[in-house]
Each structure stands twice: as structure tokens, then as C-alpha cells.
């Protein structure tokens, strides 16, 4: 409980941290701001400087300090992996940063690449789940949660075994794109192999009585 507590203290510092930087920054932003990017890194998405400002970081870090309560709240929860668990918790004020970073430098004008950096934060964090997904417990909030895995635990583990793969060789994918230049089927393909595929091999398993 004392781990929790300070892993939540730590992460939602770290949450405030675009906020304050906002701030100071504040004066110095244009009204309108980009906040949201296309596959090639252009703007395509605009907002008042108050919300891509204070509100973005705001409601990833109402995110974070909910997120440990729904965790917690799970019947299962002894079976959740605690690296997991914890990659889970960091994720969101890694992403704040990230996002908020993102969204300040390109109001400030600096020429960030952000269709690059955003690929390589998915692509590292889709390899590093998957490298715990094969070692990931049943549970109703982590995991492949699907009909099938969570009445059969073999089903649950050969699914993940196999989801955990996926996600490796997708994420690496996503770190190459990131560098050689992003295309729609280049993005879209990943993400439906590593839900797709999974889903599928779990109801087949099923079919078999697995």
C-alpha cells in the first residue's frame, strides 16, 4: 500500500509538470494552437491555447488518479503482473509529457518531428508490453480480456504467448516507420494484427475446447 501511495505522489508530480511549464509559458503561446497531427506530422487539428494549454494535461492527470483505483477494484488483482502494473502507471505521465511537450514546441515554432516521436514512444511501449504479456496472469483490467481467454486460463496463456510476439515485432515496426516515413496501411496494418490476430487464434482455441 506504502508503494502505491508514492508510485501515485511521484506520477502525479510528474502529471503536473506540463501544467506548470504552461503556465510560465502561457504569455508566449499563440490563441489558437495545433493539437493534433497527421501521419506526416501536419497540423490538422486546432484548439484555444487555455485547453491545448491547461486542459490536455489536466485530463490525463484526472486519468492518473483514477487509474490505481480501477486497478485495484479488480477481483483478480492478486494475479496482475507488477511490472505491468507499474509500466501501466508510468505510462500516463510519460504520455502527458510527451503530449504536452509536443503541443508547447510546436506553439513556440520550434520544427519538431512529431510523427516521429510519437511512433517511437508507441513502438517502444507496444515491445515492452509485449515482452510481459506472455508472463500476464488472468485479470478483467490487464491483459486480452475476451470471452474466451478468461474462461480458460491455457486459453488465456497460449493466447498471450502468442499476443506478446505480435506486439514485439508490431512495436518494432512502428520504431522503423517512425525513421523511414509513415504511410495509413502502414500504421493501420500493426494495429490490426496485433488485436486481430489474437482475438482470433483465442477463438479457435476455443473451437478446439482449449
Not at 27 to 52: C, I, V, Y
Not at 84 to 93: A, E, G
Request: glycine share 10%; charged share 15%; with cysteine.
Amino acid at each position: 500500500m506504502k508503494n502505491e501511495k508514492r508510485t501515485l505522489i511521484l506520477t502525479t508530480l510528474v502529471c503536473l509538470l506540463p501544467l506548470v511549464a504552461g503556465a510560465i509559458l502561457y504569455k508566449d503561446l499563440p490563441e489558437t494552437m495545433a493539437t493534433h497531427w497527421n501521419l506526416q506530422g501536419e497540423a490538422d487539428g486546432w484548439s484555444g491555447r487555455a485547453f491545448a494549454v491547461f486542459g490536455l494535461p489536466g485530463i490525463l492527470l484526472a486519468v492518473n488518479v483514477l487509474l490505481p483505483f480501477l486497478l485495484r477494484a479488480d477481483p483478480k488483482r492478486e494475479n496482475m503482473s507488477g511490472a505491468l502494473v507499474t509500466l501501466t502507471l508510468w505510462s500516463i505521465p510519460a504520455l502527458s509529457l510527451l503530449c504536452s511537450g509536443m503541443t508547447l514546441a510546436r506553439g513556440l515554432g520550434y520544427p519538431l518531428r512529431i510523427e516521429r516521436w510519437v511512433g517511437i514512444f508507441m513502438g517502444l511501449l507496444f515491445v515492452i508490453i509485449g515482452n510481459y504479456l506472455p508472463k500476464t496472469k488472468q485479470s478483467y483490467t490487464m491483459g486480452i480480456k475476451l470471452p474466451w481467454t478468461l474462461a480458460s486460463e491455457e486459453n488465456w496463456n497460449r493466447t498471450h504467448r502468442l499476443a506478446g510476439f505480435l506486439w514485439v515485432i508490431c512495436g518494432l515496426c512502428f520504431i522503423v516507420f517512425s525513421f523511414v516515413g509513415w504511410s495509413l496501411a502502414g500504421f493501420l496494418v500493426p494495429l490490426a494484427v496485433m488485436v486481430l490476430v489474437p482475438t482470433a487464434y483465442s477463438y479457435l482455441l476455443y473451437r478446439r475446447g482449449i
